[in-house]
């Protein structure tokens, strides 16, 4: 007589140490938990953690099935390697006998040297980290493709670690020297966003604008850092989420018995994200870069073009056809697309009233900010904010 009992299979245990400090990490598990929740019901041993901690202490008597890492130094690899079970690396830092998915250090900085090659600029610089092998792949790579284009470029490594005040004190200032030594329009890459507000801070004590001077984009989209930036700072989406998917792929294979491959699995980058700090065109005009930077920072407050031309110290007819022969849009154009750019960014990340972002925006009224998204959008305020939620 057949058995009506429901014989469940056995779940696999697989520890993550992974940290949730970074937006890379944390994006990593979540890729992970896409692939548990669609093909494989693990048992996931977690805990938050940072990059630079060791091996949890549960995991020297844990007996599980499997591992996903990132693996920051040497000593966690041995901690690792000692369970004896399958391991996959997802950081690639130090040589290790696992398997390695990763993302693809090569197309990230040459997406971001096309982000600023875009942008008109042919003077580059590359911000980046002594002695970290995944900062020297983006900066060889950024170098290589800015001069591939004509380019000229310069670096500046930035030690690991500042020790104490003092020493984070002389490294900012000796960054702020660099920075008021490059030549000028520059666009920079700094090697993650976790450089960018100290690279930013450089810039200010150099009195280097950003982004009318100096052009930045950063690495990972992390975006309360990017945000947190001023001005904001643009940055490359890396696709960690993917690289976390692909490897518990990985890692099942390897539980079940299949063969590791022979070459690590390298993952391109998703696109870039686009903030003010590179919301910019590099022009030798510096009074149209001026009008440029006022647009920027006051068409939202009801800014006029006869202010603009005072500001300036040109006339209203000059300005018009100075501007225009440069960039090949009008001032009124200029004025508009951002005050757009503002609203959209109002009704996607606030809950003001659609009456508050026609104001705050530099639209008279409600009404005419509808207008005003529909002949140039073709679509409605209401209808920015209701997809953007999904």
């Not at 000692?82 to 290790?96: Q, R």
């Not at 030690?159 to 104490?164: E, F, G, V």
């Not at 200032?173 to 960018?196: E, I, T």
């Not at 000059?318 to 849009?329: A, D, M, S, T, Y």
Request: glycine fraction near 8%; proline fraction near 5%.
């Amino acid at each position: 007589m057949p058995s009506n009992r429901i014989v469940q299979k056995p779940r696999r245990h697989v520890a993550l140490l992974v940290e949730t400090s970074l937006a890379s990490g944390r994006d990593i598990l979540r890729g992970i938990a896409r692939f548990v929740r669609e093909h494989e019901p693990w048992a996931l041993y977690h805990e938050p953690r940072s990059l630079e901690e060791l091996a949890p202490r549960w995991l020297r008597r844990w007996r599980g099935d499997g591992a996903i890492a990132r693996i920051q130094n040497r000593a966690l690899a041995e901690q690792v390697q000692a369970l004896g079970i399958p391991v996959v690396d997802v950081l690639g830092v130090v040589p290790s006998p696992f398997p390695l998915v990763h993302v693809k250090n090569a197309s990230i900085a040459g997406m971001a040297a096309g982000h600023l090659l875009e942008r008109g600029f042919r003077q580059f610089a590359f911000v980046g980290i002594d002695g970290e092998n995944w900062s020297e792949q983006r900066r060889d790579a950024f170098a290589a493709s800015v001069r591939e284009a004509g380019g000229t470029f310069q670096s500046y490594e930035l030690p690991r670690h500042a020790a104490d005040m003092s020493s984070w004190e002389r490294v900012e200032s000796d960054l702020a020297r660099w920075v008021g030594s490059l030549a000028k329009p520059v666009g920079v890459m700094v090697c993650s966003d976790q450089r960018g507000s100290q690279f930013l801070e450089a810039c200010r004590r150099a009195n280097a604008r950003v982004p009318d001077e100096v052009a930045v984009i950063g690495v990972d989209d992390d975006e309360p850092l990017c945000e947190v930036c001023n001005p904001s700072l643009s940055s490359v989406r890396p696709g960690h989420a993917e690289v976390g998917f692909e490897a518990a792929r990985l890692l099942g294979d390897l539980m079940a018995g299949r063969e590791r491959p022979e070459s690590p699995l390298l993952l391109e980058p998703e696109g870039v994200t686009t903030r003010l700090s590179t919301e910019v065109l590099a022009i030798d005009d510096r009074k149209i870069a001026d009008v440029l930077r006022l647009i920027r920072e006051h068409a939202c407050e009801g800014l006029r073009i006869d202010a603009l031309a005072q500001q300036v110290g040109m006339s209203r007819s000059v300005l018009q056809r100075r501007f225009r022969g440069l960039l090949h849009r009008s001032l009124h154009e200029e004025i508009l697309h951002t005050r757009l750019r503002r609203a959209r960014e109002l009704l996607v990340r606030s809950d003001l009233s659609l009456a508050e972002v026609a104001e705050r925006s530099g639209f008279r009224h409600q009404e005419y900010l509808g207008a005003v998204c529909k002949a140039h959008l073709g679509t409605t305020p209401a209808r920015i904010r209701k997809e953007s939620q999904g």
